[in-house]
């Protein structure tokens, strides 16, 4: 062991140096180290010890300039100036010190998952071990920290290292005492290397710069590895500078021609390739494209294919189908035009369309009888009115004639004629001054006449029934026509 003397303000520290302490093992023929003993003595600088009895410390264990384990203990007991603490175990969680001379962030950390042993002493940065002592408690009035280095610990723990590795029969012991790894890397120096899960050491431990193995050591290489570079026969052929093989392994190729296949991946000859346009003579060659980049259409069966109007990028032509216009006008005419694009033929009020002799062409209605929607009509010549035929409007015959609103038909029921006895009948819409024409359903008898037919009152036809001399009768029903002013 060694003593370490210092002073700090009112305060001087006699401190024993570290040392390991065995805890007993029941099973092993070498200790185990895992706590250290610490023993301070601390006297006031008047010579007499601290009247502290107890005290709060934080103990840092330094590695070089490095904290690599802390741990807070509180009530550390003070026998007469002297302290005597083990240190073991994990350490804590320190997220500050209370100690107004501690470095600030120094041994600040969470050191709950480190444990204090010879592994974590030989591990990590190289320097000096080292203890740092910090006080949380006034002592007498201050607060002090203090160091105490060591030289025992280090030659305890090589030795106990040594010891393991010494007793180890598996790989087991070896990992419970000895730095090892199952593969390598840049932070596996100065470790032991074990055998992987098949009984081997993994291929990172090896070296392999300038290691010459020979091909017939090697399984699963294929025979492209056993054969030499070069232009013989069974060589594999090596490229250029530029990449490329050299033309002296190549085969001879003609001039627009296209190598083919059997089938099976060998080649058995080529295909001669068209110019940029096609004729009968191009039959079983391959098509090349032009200086547009595009294949020339005589090489194109057009009857084949199925184009989509949505990918034309200009009119049809009327030669092709078209209409030879982009649009076309709303509620026109279309007027055909030979190969050109179609005419138009745009509507007119009131107008109809005629023949011109060699076109058709918007006119006005002519006098000769044709009638449009809209405008008064004059009539003239004879004309021929097949079916039922509707007027709407008065009607004027000849100038300065009658003219009537509407013509009706009415008719009077079947009775016993009476010569000299009215007959009247129902005619709805029939107005006094009407001119009524009535005519029996029933031929009469020799000698009858129907001698008058009016509008007797309104909505009413009225005829008068006669025969000369009188006397004998005669049954007939009447249909008569109104003429309505």
């Known amino acids: 062991m ?3 003397q210092k002073r700090y303000g009112r305060f001087i520290f006699f401190a024993l ?25 601390i006297r006031l600088t008047s010579g007499s010890a601290t009247s502290a009895t107890s005290a709060n410390f934080v103990f840092g264990v330094f590695k070089g300039t490095t904290c690599i384990w ?3 203990y509180s009530s550390v007991s003070i026998n007469a100036g002297v302290i005597n603490q083990n240190l073991s175990g994990a350490g804590s969680n320190i997220s500050s010190i209370s100690n107004g001379s501690a470095t600030a962030g120094e041994c600040v950390a969470d050191f709950t998952s480190v444990t204090l042993n010879s592994t974590l002493l030989m591990t990590g940065v190289a320097g000096a071990l080292n203890l740092r002592v910090y006080s949380e408690t006034s002592l007498d009035g201050f607060q002090p920290i203090w160091d105490v280095p060591f030289s025992a610990v280090p030659s305890a723990m090589v030795a106990d290292q ?6 180890a029969t598996s790989a087991a012991d070896l990992v419970s005492g000895m730095k090892v790894t199952a593969s390598a890397g840049t932070s596996s120096m100065g470790k032991f290397p074990i055998l992987d899960s098949s009984g081997k050491l993994d291929n990172t431990f090896i070296n392999q710069t300038g290691l010459t193995v020979a091909n017939t050591q090697v399984s699963g290489l294929g025979t492209a590895a056993l054969a030499n570079t070069g ?4 060589n594999v052929p090596v490229l250029n500078v530029s990449g490329l093989l050299t033309a002296s392994v190549m085969p ?13 991946g060998v080649m058995s000859g080529s295909i001669t390739t068209t110019t940029t346009s096609a004729g009968a003579g191009d039959v079983g060659k391959i098509a090349l494209l032009n200086s547009s980049g595009k294949i020339d259409n005589t090489a194109i069966d057009s009857t084949a294919l199925t184009p989509n109007p949505a990918n034309l990028s200009s009119t049809v032509a009327v030669n092709k189908g078209g209409t030879g216009q982009a649009t076309l006008t709303a509620n026109n005419l279309l007027v055909g035009n030979g190969t050109s694009a179609v005419a138009f033929l745009a509507p007119t009020n009131g107008n109809i369309v005629a023949g011109s002799g060699g076109a058709w062409v918007s006119s006005t209605a002519d006098s000769a009888g044709i009638v449009d929607q809209s405008s008064a009509q004059t009539i003239g010549g004879n004309k ?15 100038t300065g004639g009658a003219s009537f609103s509407k013509i009706l038909n009415c008719s009077i029921a079947s009775t016993l004629q009476v010569s000299g006895t009215a007959k009247t009948g129902t005619c709805t819409g029939a107005t006094t001054g009407s001119v009524a024409m009535c005519s029996p359903t029933v031929a009469p008898a020799t000698a009858w006449i129907v001698a008058a037919s009016r509008i007797s009152a309104a909505n009413t036809v009225y005829v008068m029934p006669y025969r000369a001399g009188g006397g004998a009768t005669w049954t007939t029903a009447y249909n008569c026509v109104v003429f309505v002013p």
């Open 384 to 398: 021929t009115f097949i079916g039922n035929t509707t007027m709407d409007g008065t009607m004027t015959f000849g």
């Open 252 to 264: 001879t190729y003609t001039a627009n021609r296209v190598m083919a296949t059997d089938g099976s």
């Open 162 to 167: 040594a010891n393991n590795a010494t007793n």
């Open 17 to 41: 140096a570290l040392g390991f302490v065995s805890a007993p093992e029941a099973h092993s023929a070498s200790p185990t180290i895992d706590t250290f003993n610490v023993q301070s003595y």
């Open 2 to 4: 060694n003593t370490n």
């Open 231 to 234: 232009t013989s026969s069974g």
């Open 70 to 72: 802390a741990k807070r």
